[in-house]
């Protein structure tokens, strides 16, 4: 069955349907990372978005039981340039088109995802339709003018967890605040040994200091970052209280929290390879990293915060240290899943402010 990908700039990309069939509308990104899609298509950071993986073959390893980074995808569609129908691991369970069908995501085969990906580098990222349903041009790109707003604070409610729940260890107690957490964050603390507390978006610096813990963990998720000031306000209430640590929206908020700002990068940072440079050993690392906002590095000058790491392609901001408070951040993803495991040590520093 043909499916379509259209822009809102009416550009349209005609490609074979797999997975599930109908139409949705989110923000088109594109991720360089060669392996992966099982994690990226279940992590919760890409609530809202249409996903396009640049490396042309996806699917060949199959959906296992392992690599899930959540229970399920929010995904709103993924776009390859092949899909591989047969998968060759032992791991495998199913392939990754049972797996859209399953979970009731569009999938796009034969995209030139080079084209496309050349596109939103050119344009920067814009919001999609991906269809499997007949109708002209004109009719999709008003769909898409008219669509509610793919970011807002729905994105964090979505993913977030209603309740709070415990994943034991022998300690110290951690809280996390869970914006969308992927489970690799909650392993690599887990494996450390500490007591997680995983609790909602929206609990209150009362609420957490209640199961009195020895650290705040912040977790990444979806979203522009200024889409949930209560969970920024909590953060400010607890600065000073406790030793924190934050990955990806958790660092964009510990930022805010402090009063710096936020802006949105032309095509975002998603992929498996990004080099980024830790300042005080000039030491270069391998990062994973999703995300599509950053910290402004002149709205941290005058704040008591020192810049640990920068983005070698971009010069972006990518860490960050408070100079007083056991508080520090990064915008990439020591947790991997997928990536390189390099910055696991991250989590060993944590543990050590705790
Ligand atoms: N992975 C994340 O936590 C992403 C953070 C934020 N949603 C961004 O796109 O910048």
């Not at 704040?303 to 901001?317: A, S, Y």
Request: include cysteine; charge should be negative; proline fraction near 7%.
């Amino acid at each position: 069955m043909k499916g379509y990908l259209v822009l809102a700039d009416g550009t349209v990309y005609e490609g074979t349907a797999f997975g599930a069939v109908g139409e949705a509308i989110g923000e088109v990104v594109f991720n360089t990372g060669m392996t992966g899609y099982q994690e990226i298509l279940t992590d919760p950071s890409y609530c809202g978005q249409i996903v396009t993986m640049t490396y042309p073959l996806i699917g060949n390893y199959g959906i296992n039981q392992d690599d899930f980074e959540a229970s399920r995808s929010y995904v709103r569609g993924f776009i390859v340039r092949e899909t591989c129908t047969y998968p060759s691991n032992w791991r495998a369970k199913e392939t990754l088109d049972a797996y859209l069908y399953r979970h009731r995501i569009i999938g796009l085969a034969g995209i030139d995802t080079r084209a496309l990906t050349k596109k939103l580098r050119q344009h920067g990222v814009m919001q999609g339709l991906i269809t499997t349903l007949p109708g002209t041009v004109a009719e999709m790109v008003a769909k898409i003018k008219q669509a509610p707003p793919v970011f807002g604070p729905q994105l964090v409610q979505t993913v977030t967890t209603p309740e709070p729940y415990t994943i034991p260890g022998p300690g110290p107690r951690v809280v996390v605040m869970d914006f969308g957490a992927k489970a690799n964050i909650l392993r690599s603390l887990n494996k450390l040994g500490l007591e997680l507390v995983v609790v909602p978006a929206h609990a209150t610096a009362d609420e957490i200091m209640a199961y009195r813990p020895a650290g705040l963990m912040l977790s990444n998720g979806p979203g522009d970052p200024t889409d949930v000031p209560l969970a920024i306000n909590t953060v400010r209430q607890l600065l000073g209280e406790l030793p924190i640590f934050g990955i990806c929206l958790g660092h964009q908020i510990i930022g805010l929290a402090l009063g710096g700002s936020t802006y949105k990068l032309k095509f975002g940072h998603r992929g498996a390879n990004h080099p980024v440079q830790d300042l005080h050993s000039g030491r270069v690392y391998i990062t994973s990293q999703n995300h599509g906002f950053a910290l402004a590095a002149d709205s941290l000058q005058q704040l008591p915060v020192e810049i640990t790491h920068l983005n070698l392609n971009d010069g972006t901001v990518e860490g960050l240290r408070h100079k007083e408070l056991p508080v520090f951040s990064v915008q990439y993803h020591p947790e991997a899943a997928p990536g390189p495991e390099d910055n696991e040590y991250l989590f060993q520093q944590f543990l050590q402010l705790l």
